[in-house]
């Protein structure tokens, strides 16, 4: 504080204590606010200059087209691809849990024919007792069947925890959504800012386009909204021998 | 237990509500629905006679334990045995459910053995 600055606090304040003695509500209001003018004056300068800062920022933001290419397509695109790892994750468990619910009653049949088998050469080497010959063989075959026992058993349990693996599906799917709904929330906040501070969408440059098809896009996803996807990628190995067909290999 | 008791399996990942069948079934449990969430399962339980209902907890729609809420205010269905089977594992979350009403709560990952201890836990309860 400068010594002008200082006489004149001194000034409002010595005035200041005049009219409260004196009870003059009228000049008591005007001293004060002068004194308090004094401090508010920083404040709002600090308040203009963070003002401007943030319009700076706002501007340079919606000016730089990562934030659009961001919001419009990148986003989109990751959300379309977590919502396509969801669905083969679904089918690989899903042809995973049919191929186990039909191996399990093939075990069951395998066991309950060998179980019956068994029982019935039991009672054919009792009544044969004394065919030696016929009694050495039903006991091979007994033990035959009792391996079959063992092992249908191994299996019916190594089957049930197969089919118990695929409880991944439901737990990855979930965690998956929970991505998804950041990203839309994320992609609706981002482009509601570029609404308000950059109108005209920008065009994603050539120059990106390429530089992305030389990072590589990862598998193709049949459900993304973008048209072009579908129209500018193979489907099958059918679509890339004839592509490559069409090149003279 | 009655073998032949109604179930019914919500779950909206199919995969879930697949395993949790078969896994009835190896128990010996033959009479099982489906549904794919608590509001299609709510109308299901109110006409269909159901003996024991097992849930997941967070599904789009009506969720697990809003259903468990529904079930245990409506007079008719009041007593239904209750097994949430969920990935949702917060001590907070257990305790909700207890208040709610649950009868038994299974934590995903969980195995074949655990659902059944469950079960049979449930209805030695509910006999005694």
């Not at chain 1, 700076?56 to 919001?71: G, H, N, Y």
């Not at chain 1, 799917?173 to 839309?184: F, P």
């Not at chain 2, 032949?4 to 896994?23: A, C, G, P, Y």
Request: glycine share 6%.
């Amino acid at each position: 504080m400068d010594e002008s600055e200082k006489l004149a606090r001194l000034a409002h304040a010595r005035a200041l204590l005049a009219a409260l003695e004196v009870d003059d509500e009228a000049a008591f209001a005007v001293e004060l606010d002068a004194l308090a003018m004094g401090q508010r004056q920083p404040v709002f300068e600090e308040v203009g200059r963070m003002t401007r800062e943030v319009h700076q920022a706002l501007m340079a933001f919606a000016t730089d087209d990562r934030l659009s290419c961001l919001a419009e397509a990148e986003m989109p695109d990751a959300r379309d691809r977590l919502r396509y790892v969801i669905t083969l994750t679904d089918q690989a468990a899903n042809r995973t849990l049919a191929l186990v619910e039909e191996a399990l009653p093939v075990t069951d049949r395998l066991m309950d024919r060998s179980e019956r088998l068994r029982s019935e050469l039991a009672q054919v080497a009792r009544t044969q007792a004394d065919n030696s010959k016929l009694v050495t063989v039903i006991q091979g075959i007994t033990e035959y069947l009792d391996s079959v026992l063992n092992n249908g058993g191994v299996l019916k349990t190594q089957l049930t925890e197969v089919m118990m693996a695929q409880e991944f599906q439901d737990l990855s799917g979930q965690l998956l959504q929970r991505v998804i709904v950041l990203l839309e929330t994320l992609e609706a906040k981002m482009l509601g800012l570029l609404q308000k501070t950059h109108p005209v969408s920008a065009e994603k440059t050539e120059a990106d386009q390429s530089a992305a098809l030389r990072q590589g896009l990862g598998p193709a996803i049949p459900t993304g909204k973008n048209a072009s996807v579908k129209a500018d990628t193979v489907k099958n190995q059918d679509d890339v021998d004839d592509l490559l067909a069409s090149l003279g290999f | 237990m009655d073998r032949n008791m109604k179930i019914l399996v919500v779950d909206d990942f199919s995969t879930m509500r697949r395993i949790i069948k078969n896994l009835l079934k190896e128990l010996g449990f033959t009479h099982i629905e489906e549904a794919d969430d608590g509001t299609t399962a709510l109308p299901m339980l109110k006409q269909g006679n159901f003996d024991f209902l097992v849930t997941d907890w967070n599904m789009p729609g009506m969720t697990g334990i809003d259903l468990l809420k529904a079930v245990r205010a409506d007079p008719a269905l009041a007593h239904l045995p209750v097994l949430m089977v969920t990935a949702e594992a917060k001590r907070e979350q257990i305790i909700m459910a207890a208040q709610a009403g649950v009868n038994g709560y299974v934590v995903k990952p969980f195995n074949g053995p655990t659902l059944k201890e469950k079960i049979d836990k449930i209805f030695e309860r509910v006999q005694s």
